[in-house]
Each structure stands twice: as structure tokens, then as C-alpha cells.
């Protein structure tokens, strides 16, 4: 089944450390996303990717870092500097045309221990 | 800026009673308008893409429609099952984030038996 996984479904950061939050995807898709979404807010923009080797900046990147080596992969990683970041994470993948509907995983929620 | 509003924040449906959920956006200029369905705890699916004001689609007890300020998604004779969190987004011609999405911050529904 073509499909977005995300793993792990929960994860557990100490207090200095990087954790970094998997998104994988077989759809073939160009755009790859990532989104945080916190209780009563709506889910806003970390980073996104539209090609291979090249990434953007969304609304609220500070703390965040992204790599995409790979069409099907895009890793993000939660540094020491997000002073906030417990948070569900939620990755999307798109054709990387205009109008394309952008289909979701099932999401990693992050707690700080 | 672009802005995305729903309304009301939480409502509650006896099953058969049917109702309407709004989604007033504010954007440059309208790419297209997402509706997607949230359980707790899982990533969105999406639902509906509304492309240009006067469009409608239809799904199951779902209809969306749109006209240039707003979009309401219909639910016609819900059941209990249609319980979730309904997310409206718009993506905007001309954005700086490539074809990322804006989200409103969701309408919390209820169908009790």
C-alpha cells in the first residue's frame, strides 16, 4: 500500500538533546512537509522540501533542522535550541505541481521528559 | 496576511440533526481550499478540494461548497462515527512557503447517539 509512515509514534526528549523524527513516503511524491500542531492551534509550517537536496524554511524553523538525501525521505530533527517542543509532528508529501492535494502520516507526538 | 477561520470552535449534533461548519479565509489569491477529517491522536485525511467560488463536492453525508470568502462543509443526517475534528485549509497563489498549507484551527465535532 503506497502510504506515509512516521515513526516513532512517540518519543521522549532530556533536556539538551536532539531527537530526530523519521518521515518516509512511497507515493512518489516531489514535496515533502513538515507541520507542528499544538492543542488549540491550527498546524503551522516547520520546514518543507519541493526537490531533493533543496529545502525551505516554513513559519516557525527556529530550533529545527531537515535533510532530504533522498526523494522518499525527509528526517527532522528537534534540536537542544527548541526550548519548546513538545508537540504532535505531523509530515505530508505532494506532487510538487500546482492544486495537489497534500496527504498526511500518521504523526509523532514528542514529549519532554 | 493570509488568515483562516473556523467556526464554531466545538459543536455538538444529535445523530440526524443535520448542521454546517464555516471556514472564512482571508489570501492574496486562492490556489485552493482543503478539508480534512482528524481523529485524536492520528494525522489528517483529507476530505475535499475546492478549487474556484462556486464549486461543490460531495461525499458520503459531506458536501463542501465555496464562494470567495468562505466554505462550508454540510453534514447531512450525521452518525456518531462522523465525531472528529474537521480542518479547513487554503493555499495561496504567490506564498513564500512553496504550496505549504495555511490551517484554520479546526471545528471539534460531536455526534451523540
Known amino acids: 500500500d503506497g502510504g506515509i509512515t512516521q515513526s516513532p509514534k512517540y518519543l521522549f526528549r532530556k533536556e539538551g538533546q536532539n531527537v530526530t523524527l523519521s518521515c518516509e513516503q512511497n507515493?512518489?511524491?516531489?514535496?515533502m512537509y513538515w507541520y507542528r500542531q499544538d492543542p488549540g492551534q491550527g498546524l503551522r509550517l516547520i520546514y518543507y522540501?519541493?526537490?531533493?537536496?533543496?529545502?525551505q524554511k516554513g513559519d516557525i524553523a527556529e530550533g529545527y533542522s531537515v535533510s532530504r538525501e533522498k526523494k522518499e525521505s525527509f528526517p527532522l530533527t528537534v534540536t537542544s535550541a527548541q526550548k519548546n517542543p513538545t508537540a504532535f509532528y505531523l509530515c505530508?508529501?505532494?506532487?510538487?505541481?500546482?492544486?495537489?492535494?497534500?496527504?498526511f502520516g500518521p504523526g509523532t507526538r514528542l514529549l519532554v521528559l | 496576511e493570509d488568515q483562516v477561520t473556523q467556526s464554531p470552535e466545538a459543536l455538538r449534533l444529535q445523530e440526524g440533526e443535520s448542521s454546517s461548519l464555516n471556514c472564512s479565509y482571508t489570501?492574496?489569491?486562492?490556489?485552493?481550499l482543503f478539508w480534512y477529517r482528524q481523529d485524536p491522536g492520528k494525522g489528517p485525511e483529507f476530505l475535499f478540494t475546492?478549487?474556484?467560488a462556486g464549486e461543490e463536492k460531495e461525499k458520503e453525508r459531506l458536501k463542501a461548497t465555496l464562494t470567495k470568502k468562505e466554505s462550508f462543509l454540510h453534514i447531512t443526517a450525521p452518525k456518531p462515527e462522523d465525531s472528529a475534528t474537521y480542518l479547513c485549509?487554503?493555499?495561496?497563489?504567490?506564498?513564500?512557503?512553496?504550496?505549504?498549507?495555511?490551517f484554520g484551527k479546526g471545528t471539534s465535532l460531536l455526534v451523540t447517539p
Open positions: 522540501s519541493q526537490i531533493v537536496n533543496d529545502f
Open positions: 475546492l478549487y474556484s
Open positions: 489570501v492574496s489569491g486562492l490556489r485552493g
Open positions: 507515493l512518489n511524491h516531489d514535496a
Open positions: 485549509a487554503v493555499q495561496a497563489i504567490n506564498s513564500n512557503s512553496g504550496y505549504a498549507l495555511n
Open positions: 505530508a508529501s505532494s506532487i510538487r505541481d500546482r492544486q495537489e492535494t497534500q496527504y
